[in-house]
C-alpha cells in the first residue's frame, strides 16, 4: 500500500510541476499581446490556419487514451476502440459501453 501512496503523491507531483510550467510559459509569452483586442473566433481560425498539425495531434493523442482508459476499464478491444474514437470522436464508446450493459 505504501507504494500505491508514493506513486499517487509522484504523479500529483509532477501534474502540478507540468502544469505550473504551461501557466508560467503563457504567461511569460510575448505573443498573448497580439490576441488582446481579438475575438474568440479570430484567435480560433488563426489556431485553426497555423497550428493545425498540433491541434490534429493532440485531437489523435487523447483519442487514443480514451480508447486505452476504454480497454482496461470495460474490457474492449483497443484497437476497434480507437478507431471509433478518431472516427466519430470519444464520446462513440460511450454508445459502446452502454450497449454491453443491457
Not at 43 to 59: Q, R, S, V
Not at 88 to 97: A, D, E, G, W, Y
Amino acid at each position: 500500500m505504501k507504494t500505491v501512496k508514493q506513486d499517487k503523491m509522484l504523479s500529483g507531483m509532477l501534474l502540478l510541476i507540468s502544469c505550473l510550467l504551461i501557466i508560467y510559459g503563457l504567461g511569460s509569452a510575448e505573443t498573448i499581446d497580439t490576441f488582446k483586442n481579438w475575438t474568440t473566433g479570430e484567435i480560433f481560425t488563426y489556431l485553426l490556419n497555423h497550428y493545425f498539425d498540433i491541434i490534429f495531434i493532440g485531437y489523435v493523442f487523447i483519442c487514443l487514451q480514451v480508447a486505452g482508459y476504454f480497454e482496461l476499464r470495460y474490457q474492449k478491444d483497443y484497437l476497434i476502440c480507437s478507431i471509433l474514437a478518431i472516427l466519430f470522436t470519444p464520446i462513440s464508446l460511450l454508445f459502446i459501453r452502454h450497449n454491453d450493459e443491457n
